[in-house]
């Protein structure tokens, strides 16, 4: 039986075109500078997101956490949504690496408003922590891959720059925004002083992620990453899998989408289920459990895992499904009829 691994965008293996490239590539030692692959990753990526430097870094959390240290001093405050991977699923990083305070927003499907960020700012008091950066999550992770308006985005930029705030975008599957609108990724890009942006999502890399701002905030971020344990050598090997994602493994990402829609419409029907139709904007998708399903979210796991669906639950009542490079439509269809048994519908 095959195994069908909708548990992450991150468990997609490098293809053989990709190990190709990976196994040709030119290298140096990155730390002197000197490997002309992760220079040019950087170039490349930098261009595509409209700013003039990037640096390559091992993971997406190195990415946001060596920008908050980029942005803030200690003590300072951070304004981010509630259910941010920052907050969520970076180990407490924040507090550990830069010494600053989470200031959390409720949105709605991941989005906050200019109102809730101006809001919040802290009056300049002694009293008060100052507040120093806005951080904007786009696809939004826990919501479900939800897309982050440019429209709103825009709003919170004024915002941000009367009070002389930067904003941080943590783009890790800004990709898919970007695929599944159509707009160039600058759309978003122009309106952040620093962005995050992961290969090894829906890309399909084995490894990395990369920070792109002003070349001042770059220089700055790479001591940074030097501290945190980031710099490596002949990295070139994993900028080559990278470039090649750029090149090749975008546009199919609307694929992702479309294979994510079939699950949730198919899974729509099941009883006992919930799903937010709306939020199904790109490759993830969440599916609330009720009292009339035969099963809890760990529940849910452990059955499809004997059927060979592999998923996750992140609460008792919730589970979560994630299209990606190397499921294929009939791989989810095939998974439609998996669940289907298990429902016995
Ligand atoms: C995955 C992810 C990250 C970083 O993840 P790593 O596992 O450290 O590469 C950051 N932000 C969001 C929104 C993510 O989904």
Same mark, same amino acid.
């Given at each position: 039986m095959k195994i069908i691994d909708l548990r992450s965008d991150t468990v997609t293996k490098p293809t053989t075109?990709?190990?190709?490239? *990976?196994? =040709?590539?030119?290298?140096?030692?990155?730390?002197?500078?000197d490997d002309p692959t992760?220079?040019?990753?950087?170039?490349?990526?930098?261009?595509?997101?409209g700013k003039e430097a990037a640096l390559f870094v091992p993971s997406g959390t190195m990415a946001n956490q060596v920008s908050i240290k980029a942005h803030t001093q200690p003590g300072d405050e951070v304004l981010i949504e509630a259910d941010a991977h920052v907050f969520n699923y970076e180990s407490g990083a924040p507090a550990f690496l830069s010494g600053v305070t989470l200031h959390r927003l409720s949105g709605v499907r991941g989005v906050f408003t200019a109102e809730q960020v101006e809001e919040a700012i802290r009056p300049g008091d002694h009293h008060?922590?100052?507040?120093?950066?806005?951080? *904007?999550? $786009? =696809?939004n992770n826990r919501a479900g891959g939800t897309i982050f308006p440019v429209a709103e985005m825009q709003r919170i930029r004024d915002t941000a720059s009367r009070f002389d705030l930067s904003v941080h975008l943590d783009g890790a599957r800004l990709w898919n925004a970007s695929a599944a609108t159509g707009l160039d990724p600058r759309n978003w890009t122009d309106l952040?002083?620093?962005?995050?942006? @992961?290969?090894?999502?829906?890309? &399909? @890399?084995?490894?990395?992620?990369?920070?792109?701002?002003?070349?001042?905030?770059?220089? %700055? @971020?790479?001591?940074?990453?030097?501290?945190? &344990? &980031?710099?490596?050598?002949?990295?070139?090997?994993?900028?080559?899998?990278?470039?090649?994602?750029?090149?090749n493994h975008r546009e199919r990402m609307v694929?992702? +989408?479309?294979?994510?829609?079939?699950?949730?419409?198919?899974?729509? +029907?099941?009883?006992? !289920?919930?799903?937010?139709?709306?939020?199904? +904007? !790109?490759?993830?998708?969440?599916?609330?459990? !009720?009292?009339?399903?035969p099963f809890d979210g760990p529940g849910m796991v452990k059955a499809l895992k004997e059927v060979g669906?592999?998923? =996750?639950?992140?609460?008792? $009542?919730?589970? %979560?499904?994630? !299209? +990606?490079?190397d499921v294929s439509t009939e791989d989810v269809e095939d998974a439609v009829d998996r669940i289907r048994r298990v429902w016995s519908v």
């Open positions: 075109e990709m190990r190709e490239v *990976i196994a =040709t590539a030119e290298v140096g030692d990155d730390v002197f500078g992760v220079n040019k990753l950087q170039d490349k990526t930098a261009h595509l997101l008060f922590a100052p507040t120093r950066l806005v951080m *904007i999550e $786009n =696809t952040a002083d620093s962005v995050s942006v @992961c290969l090894s999502k829906g890309l &399909g @890399c084995p490894v990395g992620s990369l920070i792109a701002g002003s070349a001042e905030f770059i220089d %700055r @971020c790479h001591r940074y990453r030097k501290v945190f &344990g &980031g710099g490596m050598r002949q990295a070139g090997i994993l900028a080559a899998a990278g470039i090649y994602a750029l090149d694929d992702d +989408h479309r294979n994510c829609r079939l699950l949730a419409d198919a899974i729509y +029907h099941l009883p006992g !289920t919930v799903i937010d139709l709306q939020a199904v +904007h !790109t490759n993830i998708l969440i599916v609330e459990l !009720t009292e009339d399903a669906v592999w998923i =996750t639950s992140g609460a008792l $009542n919730k589970v %979560r499904l994630v !299209t +990606h490079l």
